[in-house]
């Protein structure tokens, strides 16, 4: 199986941008396609963005595009969120997660990120 650990979260001010991380060991992440999810106080889990494991082709939520990024690094095993422009509603944890070929489930998740955006 593969193992997936999130970090770069942090506390910053609206405006400001920050760069998550996601880095897989277990297995090489080359072999999956990975997502950017996040859950809010009280609120369900919501998708973030995603990129496909052969034609990297990205897909993003309304509310995040143009100011989210999502890349990834298959030589350092690693998936990023480029997040800029942060508003105080981007506030929650985000969560990485990867889905195997042949599988229409994501089903492997990191333990989460904290991003807090202050007004």
């Known amino acids: 199986q593969v193992q997936l650990v999130e970090s770069g979260g942090g506390l910053v001010q609206a405006g400001d941008s920050l760069r998550l991380s996601c880095t897989a060991s277990?297995?090489?992440?080359?072999?999956?396609?990975v997502a950017w999810f996040r859950q809010a106080p009280g609120k369900e889990r919501e998708f973030v963005a995603s990129?496909?494991?052969?034609?990297?082709?990205?897909y993003y939520a309304d509310s995040v595009k143009d100011r989210l990024t999502i890349s990834r690094d298959n030589a350092k095993n690693t998936l990023y969120l480029q997040m800029n422009s942060l508003k105080p509603e981007d506030t929650a944890v985000y969560y990485c997660?990867?889905?195997?070929?042949?599988?229409?489930?994501?089903?492997?998740w990191g333990q989460g990120t904290q991003v807090t955006v202050s007004s």
């Open positions: 997660a990867a889905q195997r070929l042949g599988v229409n489930h994501y089903g492997y």
């Open positions: 277990g297995r090489t992440l080359s072999s999956y396609s």
């Open positions: 990129i496909t494991r052969n034609s990297g082709n990205t």
